[in-house]
Structures are given as structure tokens and as C-alpha cells.
């Protein structure tokens, strides 16, 4: 795995692969800080690894929090559609070498996560504070 500054690692994945754009990409590190930073306070102070669910329910509230009812229209902007999309960006990272993975972690780990539309737009359409909505139910787990 070669290591590489976090930003020029961007520069490098968003060169190569143009379907995301990179603040999606450092939208993505900051959704797994808030993850790891969620897990710790819960379980205080457990660390390690994310899996695929966990990032992916990091990335929902993370983006919940910031953009609000506008984060469909950010992360379509971004290229980002469905948590399929999520893993792309993950596993580029990987192979530029500044996210890791287990033997575990698969692309296909991210798909069918969860809805885009049904967590972005509908709990907005309803009159609903999504940050409250139960995130679990909403990922599926593949392990």
C-alpha cells in the first residue's frame, strides 16, 4: 500500500475516476471521523475498524446534519446517488492508499445500504426531524 497525503490522494482518484467529485471525497473522511467519534463516545473509547454499515449509517446522519433537507441536491451535485456510489469512493481511496480494509470489506458490501430517497427526501417531506429516525433499520448489513 503506498502512503500519500490525503488531499493529493484525492487530486490523484478524482483524475483517474470522474463520476465523484472531491468534496465527495472529503465529505466521505469526515462521515468516517464522525462514525469513529459516535462509536467511541458510545462504547467508551472502542476504536478499529468500520464496516460497511457503519460507515454508510455515518455517512446518512453526517450528511443529514450538514446539508439538511438540501443534501440530495449536494450529493447529486457531487455524484454521489446511492450507497453503491459510497463504496466506489471507498475502495479508490483504498487503492490510493489512504483508507484500509479487511479481508471482510467488498464493494459489494455497500450495495442496497440503504435508500437515498427514502432517508434524504421523504423524512423532510413528512415534517419528520430525521436525525431522530432510526438509522439501523435503515442499513443493511451484509455480514
Given at each position: 500500500?503506498?502512503?500519500?497525503?490525503?488531499?493529493e490522494?484525492?487530486?490523484?482518484?478524482?483524475?483517474?475516476?470522474?463520476?465523484?467529485?472531491?468534496?465527495?471525497?472529503?465529505?466521505?473522511?469526515?462521515?468516517?471521523?464522525?462514525?469513529?467519534?459516535?462509536?467511541?463516545?458510545?462504547?467508551?473509547?472502542?476504536?478499529?475498524?468500520?464496516?460497511?454499515?457503519?460507515?454508510?449509517?455515518?455517512?446518512?446522519?453526517?450528511?443529514?446534519?450538514?446539508?439538511?433537507?438540501?443534501t440530495?441536491?449536494?450529493?447529486?451535485?457531487?455524484?454521489?446517488?446511492c450507497?453503491?456510489?459510497?463504496?466506489?469512493?471507498?475502495?479508490?481511496?483504498?487503492?490510493?492508499?489512504?483508507?484500509?480494509?479487511?479481508?471482510?470489506?467488498?464493494?459489494?458490501?455497500?450495495?442496497?445500504?440503504?435508500?437515498?430517497?427514502?432517508?434524504?427526501?421523504?423524512?423532510?417531506?413528512?415534517?419528520?426531524?430525521?436525525?431522530?429516525?432510526?438509522?439501523?433499520?435503515?442499513?443493511?448489513?451484509?455480514?
Open positions: 500500500m503506498q502512503t500519500t497525503g490525503f488531499h490522494a484525492v487530486e490523484a482518484v478524482s483524475r483517474d475516476d470522474k463520476r465523484y467529485h472531491p468534496e465527495a471525497y472529503i465529505f466521505l473522511r469526515d462521515s468516517l471521523e464522525a462514525a469513529l467519534k459516535r462509536r467511541k463516545k458510545a462504547t467508551k473509547g472502542a476504536g478499529g475498524h468500520v464496516a460497511a454499515a457503519e460507515l454508510l449509517e455515518g455517512f446518512r446522519v453526517h450528511a443529514l446534519g450538514e446539508f439538511g433537507p438540501m440530495m441536491t449536494v450529493l447529486d451535485y457531487w455524484g454521489v446517488r450507497s453503491e456510489d459510497i463504496g466506489h469512493m471507498v475502495f479508490n481511496l483504498v487503492q490510493a492508499g489512504v483508507f484500509g480494509k479487511t479481508d471482510e470489506d467488498t464493494l459489494e458490501s455497500f450495495a442496497g445500504g440503504f435508500d437515498f430517497h427514502g432517508a434524504f427526501v421523504i423524512p423532510f417531506r413528512s415534517g419528520q426531524n430525521p436525525l431522530n429516525a432510526p438509522g439501523p433499520d435503515e442499513v443493511r448489513s451484509g455480514e
